[in-house]
Antibody
Framework: EVQLQESGPGLVEPSQSLSLTCSVT????????WGWIRKFPGNKMEWMGY???????NYNPSLKSRISITRDTSKSQFFLQLNSVTTEDTATYYC????????????WGQGTLVTVSS | DIQMTQSPASLSASLGETVTIECRASEDIYSNLAWYQEKPGNSPQLLIYDVNNLADGVPSRFSGSGSGTQYSLKINSLQSEDVASYFCQQYNNYPPTFGGGTKLELK
């Protein structure tokens, strides 16, 4: 069974960086695509980006200057860094996986709430 | 970006009832649409992909239909375990975008 689990601080101060980890079990992250999706208060969802099996990344243009997704294959983890956060980045952050060659999200974490506040 | 407008935002129905949730895309997405179910405290789960294909383990009371810009998710004979939020996602155009979600409750 594939399982994804997000971890990281639940509170980040404005202008700082938000850093989250997704730990994957039951599947190799050197296969398929692994990414981040967030849900804002009010339920609007936004795809943030992904990292591919070959370590290529693709980001939502709306975030391109602030986002970085990386991975550590030895730990079966991938990471989200979002810089210069504001209160508008307050959201529940999900890690998710796509199974090549499909374009839907077959695997999801439970989500972790990150609040941006001083 | 393609906008996905989902309706209703919330829905109250009785056990055994049939419910329908709609998603409208701002342009033709050529049946590249998935539906997900999210129960409180749980990970979102893929329900349907490519408009009408059930994901593994999804009961047959769930079905999807639509084309062009209009799509729907139907739940026949509502069960208590169907109480959840549902949302759609288009993957025809980059970036993938999502509907605003529908919260389904029991009446």
């Amino acid at each position: 069974e594939v399982q994804l689990q997000e971890s990281g601080p639940g509170l980040v101060e404005p202008s700082q960086s938000l850093s989250l980890t997704c730990s994957v079990t039951g599947y190799s992250i050197t296969s398929n695509y692994w990414g981040w999706i967030r849900k804002f208060p009010g339920n609007k969802m936004e795809w943030m980006g992904y990292i591919s099996y070959s370590n290529n990344t693709n980001y939502n243009p709306s975030l391109k200057s602030r986002i970085s997704i990386t991975r550590d294959t030895s730990k079966s983890q991938f990471f989200l860094q979002l810089n210069s956060v504001t209160t508008e980045d307050t959201a529940t952050y999900y890690c998710a996986g796509l199974r090549i060659p499909t374009d839907w999200f077959a695997y999801w974490g439970q989500g972790t709430l990150v609040t941006v506040s001083s | 970006d393609i906008q996905m407008t989902q309706s209703p935002a919330s829905l109250s129905a009785s056990l055994g009832e049939t419910v329908t949730i709609e998603c409208r895309a701002s342009e033709d997405i050529y049946s590249n649409l998935a539906w997900y179910q999210e129960k409180p405290g749980n990970s979102p789960q893929l329900l349907i992909y490519d408009v009408n294909n059930l994901a593994d383990g999804v009961p047959s009371r769930f079905s999807g239909s639509g084309s062009g810009t209009q799509y729907s998710l139907k739940i026949n004979s509502l069960q208590s375990e169907d109480v959840a939020s549902y949302f759609c996602q288009q993957y025809n155009n980059y970036p993938p975008t999502f509907g605003g979600g529908t919260k389904l409750e029991l009446k």
